[in-house]
């Protein structure tokens, strides 16, 4: 062998090795975990990339607020062409003419120009005062917002989660029990076949099995519009395929620890968003009544005007003539026809009726706390229920089975048997997926959810 065959060797196994390792890499971006589930959706969801995008938002809204409260530069340039002159009447006997006549005469020349510049300075405003609080209490309500948001992703991504994990689960029992009852009827016709068993029973099978045949094919559909609605809410495209890692796990003190702790109404986004309002609700009350206060502001302005026969203001040999102020403004409002007292009362309206929203809140998930605990108590209880009926269903199954195999059972125990144990598994998968639910639900309810 010599060295070009030993390079192109070299180079089609590196490239072999690449292409074996991006696949690898590839199936492994598709496998995911609940947790993963989770941080996709985070960073791919757009309602919650949008609850992130209002944070930014508000804050550039605090800086524009802030920006009322710094220096204030503007410049101009104005240019005119009188096409008419304007034309001023002056008292007729300045020039001889009878008192009480005017003589029309027109000031002024065919071109105007003004160039300048001019600043002001909020020194007081109550108005500015407030609203800046305000800015920054929009900055917080967002960022509540944005927990909201996430408690409700988090939720949404668990419950289509467990969704497909759950039906996962019951197509693999499924899967088993075609198994099983294909190798009786195999067996069953066998026997019709030799005269031992009859039609009937051959028919009663069959018809056991294709049911369960059904039952599998519309499962599988269930799986993918399951993992196509866990794909949406976690923010992927339909089209790319997802593995699922987490498995069906239930532990006791897993269920104590979540029933033993106590509900605390402040770490509830809802609870949260209504705080926040209510603080705005007041500062809106402050802003009215610090309206009565006067509003000052300085200002000044530097300007150049210059006035031509001709369109000639570039020309230097001619004069620009330089106007320049300061100045000051208080402004004061004396009456308004009781307008801001009658604002001042709304204000105190707003801010009653956001106490009470508060007070009901507070009633409100007291009881869904309490509601939320007994059905998850309720599920638990019933999935623990469930899965003895199917442990039961499934050894009654195996011992008709057995009996019938060795020709001491009848075929109607054993088709009984195979409903009984199917019924008790779609039962159990039930609880199961309930039993998810209900804790998730718990956990909103308490505040948990989302730490």
Known sequence: MNIKTIKNYAIGFSMTFALLTAKGQNAGSSNYSLK????????NSPNYLNAELEIQNSKYRKREVLGVGLPQINSSVDLKDYIDIPTSL?????????????IPVKFGTKYNATAGFSASQLIFSSDYIVGVKAAKELINLSTINVNRSKTELVS??????????????????????IVKLKKIFDDTKAFNQEGFVEQIDLERLEV??????????????????????????????????????????????DVASLLSGKMDISKRADY???????RLYQLDLKRQRLGYLPTMAAYGSYQFNAQRQKFDFTDGSQSWFKISLIGGTV?????????????????????????????????????????????YT?????????????????????????????????NLEITNAQTALKEAQTNYYNAVYDMIVSKIDFQKATGTLVK
């Open 378 to 410: 309720n599920a638990y209880a019933s999935l623990q229920t469930q899965k003895r009926n199917m442990t039961l269903a499934q050894h009654v199954f195996d011992v008709s089975q057995k009996k019938y195999e060795q020709g001491v059972g009848s």
């Open 36 to 43: 993963q589930a989770i941080d996709y959706a985070f960073k």
């Open 331 to 375: 402004n004061l409002n004396i009456f308004d026809g009781l307008q801001r007292h009658n604002r001042i009362q709304q204000a105190k309206i707003a801010v009653q009726k956001g106490e009470n929203n508060l007070k009901n809140i507070e009633l409100a998930a007291e009881i869904e706390a309490s509601i939320s605990e007994v059905t």
């Open 90 to 102: 002056l008292p007729g006997q300045f020039f001889g003419a009878p008192a009480g006549t005017f």
């Open 272 to 278: 949260q968003l209504l705080q926040s309002q209510q």
């Open 208 to 253: 056991q099995y294709n049911n369960l045949v059904v039952e599998k094919e519309k499962t599988d559909r269930l799986i993918g519009l399951s993992e196509n609605l866990l794909k949406f809410q976690m923010g992927c495209k339909i089209a790319e395929p997802i593995v699922l890692t987490d498995s069906l796990t239930f532990e006791n003190n």
């Open 156 to 177: 949404s991504v668990s419950k289509a989660y467990y969704n497909v994990v759950v039906n996962k689960e019951r197509i693999k029992l499924l899967d088993a029990n």
